[in-house]
């Protein structure tokens, strides 16, 4: 299939500088070349860049570097409905998580001409359902998938959203990390979450299914969106916010090949990665085999079973 590398160098999402070198670790990893070898058509669109920077304020005075995330929303939501209209599969690379401010809406908005609607699969040990009212870290990477929900809280503040996202097509993975709003936000919306406790009682391949299931009867497009530190930080330590207890190697490649198996993903996010944390490369090594493992690289070369 066609492939777009879109790099989003955002860092002013995060506290910890260094996600803006993330696109450049993928290039550097061998991102493109890795999924040519899968026979997929690869065009490195290069970096977006920011869009005109617009005066704003915000009442919680914990939210900095507003001005800053909100012009990068503005140039990635075209950006990736753009890239979506293009290619079969745009992938982002990020940056830190505050570029699904932008991607999420933008692909939402292609999908919806497209009379499909998005579902997103969040991998990530952290919610990011907060508004900029409810942040206490002011980190405004914790805020995106409050903003593509259509939450309150944003009018005024970030773009106006042209196409939310339903709650209901929404599936989390990885939990560990829940603020005290954020868990009220998830109750609220009926986000379905399956947090580190849960992946440990029943692994992850049941509820995965169970959610591509839906995504295929309604026809849908599926955006994933992965943050480093979904995966356990003994794995993948080059990331800002590691918190204990995350996914295996082996669970996190079991997501991508089944995800692979369902010909059902439109679009990816690879965020937060900071190379300037990261331990001779191997975190954005093991991101770019991820990648590759959703884009048809397998153990053995015959058909994996259909199901
Ligand atoms: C925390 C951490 N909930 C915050 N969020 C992170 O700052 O709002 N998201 N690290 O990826
Ligand atoms: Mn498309
Ligand atoms: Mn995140
Ligand atoms: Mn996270």
Redesign the pocket.
Known sequence: MSCALVGAPVQSG??TPGCLMGPDAYRTAGLAEVLQTLGHRVTDRGNVAQAEIKDLTHDNAAVHHLTDIVAWADALEGAAYEAASAVDMPIFLGGD?ALAIGTVPGVARHAAEAGKPLFVLWL???P?I?TPDT???G?L??TPVAYFLGMDGFDGVYPALKTRVAPENVCMMGIR???PA?NAALTAQGVEVHDMRAIDEHGIIKPLRAFLDRVRSADGALHVSL?V?FLDPTIAPAV??TVPGGATFREAHLIMETLCDSGLVTSLDMV?LNPFLDDRGRTAKLMVDLCASLLGRTVLDRPTRSF
Do not use: C, I, L, Q
Request: net charge negative; proline share 0%; hydrophobic share 15%.
């Open positions: 995060s506290a998580h990530d040990a952290h990011d907060h942040t206490t870290s980190n990477h914790g990390s829940v603020d954020e943050d530190d800002g916010t937060e």
